[in-house]
């Protein structure tokens, strides 16, 4: 098994990291990105998820994972993107097991990983962003097994 150990390097401004440039596709396979998660290491947050572009994931301590259920609705949902469900998908660092699926409240499919949903943030505006992380109190970047990254910002 093939698992993609990227470094997230510190020192950036708070809340931001650079990633390292993403590895070019493995021969046979298309160029156009396709849909991703990646586990990588972070200086900063330990093991978190990136999407195939490079930008942290997201979960919330206000949904649930048993049953995955999405409390991010309405303008919530403008702020802090849902992960559309994609088949097929590509999985490394993460136990493919640990991937699920939920329907939204509007009909739509959105990726769980250990039942969590996963979003993406509008406040992180680059690769390797990580803004959102402890934001209201109840928004982390999310481990490649489902749990809220750390440290716990002040």
Do not use: K
């Amino acid at each position: 098994m093939f698992v993609l150990v990227a470094t997230l390097l510190g020192g950036c401004s708070s809340g931001q990291a650079a990633v390292q440039p993403a590895l070019p596709p493995a021969p046979g396979r298309p160029s156009d990105l396709q849909a991703a998660l990646f586990g990588i290491s972070s200086d900063t947050l330990g093991w978190i998820v990136i999407d195939a572009q490079g930008y942290v994931l997201y979960r919330s301590e206000l949904d649930g994972n048993r049953p995955p259920r999405s409390a991010c609705t309405a303008s919530c949902a403008q702020q802090w993107l849902p992960v559309p469900a994609a088949d097929p998908i590509r999985v490394e660092g993460i136990d493919r097991q640990l991937i699920g699926t939920l329907t939204r409240p509007d009909g739509t499919r959105q990726l769980t990983l250990a039942g969590w949903p996963l979003y993406g943030y509008t406040g992180d505006r680059m690769p390797g962003d990580a803004n959102g992380h402890g934001q209201d109190g109840h928004w982390y970047a999310v481990t490649p097994i489902g749990t809220r990254a750390g440290p716990t910002p002040a």
